[in-house]
């Protein structure tokens, strides 16, 4: 067989990853779930425990998840230009959906339709969770203490407890127990010292008028130090934009989020409808670059450091504590999309028939989520 020459590993990581970025809804575990499919089942990139590595890593730096992984994924297939390529291609069609409904909010102050698409296409990414999470969940499960250690995660994540934490309670769970059979503590140093990678820039211009300068600042600080979900992100966007320097309304925070959600890609996003709000177009570009600049930085930091965890068997065993309990906090969070997406018999019909379309048919992730979708509008529209 010919091997494929970089640029065509180019080529291949550019599409792929414009695709996702420009067909896909539903947050990172979502997102997460798809490049799986995409990279691990569909094109052989690499094995269920290479990605599982990565997304334990990956949870382990600030910023957006999914975002991350794409960086990641596309810095292992095609090389630093893969690197830039996955990134950029992986957030652009997001932000230039969300600068062109920014526009529209502004002129014309409502996208109350933008949550149609929602409705029809959270039944479906549920379907394509949960099928990722078995196909993971096999690799990552393996042992009766990682199987419980993932269980108890879930349990303690719907009961609340932060998820940065509980990353770290599964992989010292984990550690302790490997410890217990080796009896020596050498070595594991740099592994704990991995959090030190979160970088927390705190030097903002404290003014309240409008300072191009200022908006890049903050952006660029909660880029640096925000883990989880959209929800962590509103709570950060208010507390700068409101609170801080009140540029925005707690209304015109909700609608971003709300923005970010409904339109593909990462959630972060909804920096380009803010930047939009309080600068115009330079403004949303500015919003954007300061807030997706820390995963770039970071990732490129953290492949450093994978290739030494991969051949450490302390940095192994913390990566499968977590791994687990990354997958008990995507557990958690189908579960929340669940209760959230699934509240009709629209809505159940369609998640069932997903979940067979997945794990029967093999049905590609894209055209599951642009049928959803696509049956969430006519539903609307048909039943007013």
Known sequence: MKSETPLQRLKEVALLFLKIGALSFGGPAVYIAIMHRETVHKRHWLDDQAFLDLVGATNLIPGPNATEMAIHLGLRRAGWRGFGSAGILFILPGVLATMVLAWAYVRYGTLSQAQWVLYGVKPVVIAIVIQALWSLGKTAVKSVLTALVGIAILVLYLFGLNELLLLFVGAAVTLIFYAARHARWKGTTAVIALPLLKVPLAATVNIVSFSQLTLF????????????????????????????????????????????????????????????????????????????????????????????ARKSPWARAFLDGVNVASLGLMAGVTWELARSGVVDIFTIVLALVSLVLVFRFKVNSVWLILGGGALGVIYKLIMG
């Not at 925000?226 to 320097?245: C, H, K, P, Q």
């Not at 709300?258 to 570009?285: N, R």
């Open 217 to 308: 600042l903050s952006f660029l600080k909660i880029g640096s130090v925000l883990y989880g979900s959209g929800y962590v992100l509103l709570a950060f966007l208010r507390s700068e934009f409101v609170t801080r320097l009140g540029w925005l309304t707690n209304q015109q925070i909700l609608d971003a989020i709300a923005v970010g959600q409904a339109t593909p890609g990462p959630v972060f996003s909804s920096a380009a409808f803010a930047g939009y709000l309080v600068g115009s177009w330079p403004g949303a570009l500015l919003a954007t670059a300061g807030i997706f600049l820390p995963s770039f930085v970071l990732v490129a930091l953290l492949s450093r450091f994978m290739p030494w």
